[in-house]
């Protein structure tokens, strides 16, 4: 009877609307294995959770029956979604399975750009699956903390790792959400913790971002703490709250403003500059002088964000213009693809994006006088 209902609506649309052709679902069904009930339940998540985010993302209904699936949808989207409940039932024998772990595995796993392959076949091949994403990242090891294990995930932070792995100066460019200051502390902390290096040094320039603060008290740390606090979550997290406070008493972790960086020469350290959009040319030119032997800099921005008074360049474009091919230097380009945040972020930055690529006379005065091809 369904099934006559349907076909009766398909018809009156085609009498209506003889242009439109209706795509008739399709349905694919598969089992995984083994059959473990716990891991199933980490499969679905709460309520089922996990599985309505992989629904909504491809338009598709799951159903299953214990280890038994079925997928209906178009062709395309219940192939690429099968390919993903396997890469995440193989995920389940080693890890909890978070909503977080389920949208990053959709960010970050090659399935935007299968979906966008619309005159390629798929290979329904499980050893031609997710898990080829996986084979790209023999050349990277994870990076290993004393409170956490971090995998970069997306071709742009396999690459990034890289790079700060083989390159002096690193930098890493891209809007908000896309992991690009987590990695550099992470980075920092593995290095510090194989006594590759002796000391990290956190950097940034203090420019409030379109709010005017006033007087800030305490010592030089405290009035800089403000700035840097997403680098100090992600310390903590790495490390643990007390070892941190204790390698920062040590001198082994320092904060030091941008401002407070002339002069120096940084030798055998790991120094991060965060929000480099916020530089100057000259601040910028300084920084990267300071650098010395056995020290690698990391210098990550999002030039969308620039917060310098009117008619400042920002260094960090400047930066981007003149060191482009420099060995010993890379540059990552992050884009709103690659942002590991909640869904809305990626479609924010994307919103943000378009708006001022139609607006170009909206972008306000900073990036008018700012602006890089």
């Given amino acids: 009877m369904n099934s006559h209902i349907s076909s009766s609506e398909q018809t009156n649309t085609s009498q209506t609307k003889p242009e439109q052709t209706p795509v008739a679902p399709e349905s694919i069904q598969f089992t ?18 996990h599985l309505h985010q992989i629904e909504k993302h491809f338009a598709i ?8 699936f079925a997928l209906i949808g178009t062709k395309r989207a219940t192939t690429t979604a099968t390919q ?12 909890e399975l ?15 750009a299968l979906m966008e392959q619309l005159n390629t076949p798929f290979e329904t091949n499980r050893n031609a699956d997710l898990d080829a994403t996986e084979s790209n990242n023999s050349g990277v ?13 997306g ?47 956190l950097v940034r320039p203090a420019v409030e971002a379109g709010e005017k603060l006033g007087f800030l008290p305490g010592d030089l740390a405290q009035k800089v703490d403000p700035y840097l606090r997403p680098l100090y979550d992600a310390l903590f997290e790495m490390l643990g709250f007390d070892t941190v406070g204790k390698l920062m008493e040590r001198g082994i972790i320092e904060v030091a403003p941008l401002a407070f960086m002339r002069g120096r020469t940084l030798n055998n350290s790991f120094v991060i500059l965060d929000e480099s959009q916020n530089t100057t040319r000259e601040q910028m030119k300084m920084f990267l002088t300071r650098i010395g032997f056995g020290t690698t800099a990391i210098i990550t921005g999002d030039p969308t964000q620039i917060d310098l008074p009117r008619g400042m360049a920002s260094g960090l474009r400047h930066a981007v213009e003149v060191l482009e091919g420099v060995s010993g230097i890379s540059f990552t380009h992050f884009t709103s693809k690659d942002v590991v945040r909640h869904p809305i972020v990626m479609r924010i930055v994307e919103a943000y994006d378009a708006f001022e690529k139609a607006n170009p006379s909206h972008n306000g005065n900073n990036n008018q006088n700012n602006q890089v091809s």
Avoid: M, W
């Fill in 32 to 49: 995984l294995e083994p059959n473990d009930s716990r891991r199933l339940a980490n499969l679905c998540g709460l309520l089922g959770q």
């Fill in 155 to 201: 071709a742009n932070q396999l690459g990034y790792v890289k790079a700060v792995q083989t390159n002096d100066i690193n930098f890493g460019i891209g809007p908000a959400g896309t992991g690009k200051t987590y990695l550099a502390v992470a980075c920092a902390v593995e290095a510090l913790l194989k006594d590759q290096i002796e000391r990290i040094l």
């Fill in 98 to 112: 978070t909503p977080d772990e389920v949208h990053l595995a959709l960010q970050t796993s090659g399935i935007e």
């Fill in 61 to 68: 209904e799951i159903r299953n029956r214990g280890n038994d």
């Fill in 84 to 95: 993903l409940l396997r890469h995440l039932y193989a995920e389940t024998a080693n890890a």
């Fill in 141 to 153: 090891t994870l990076i290993r903390t004393k409170k956490c294990t971090i995998k970069p995930r």
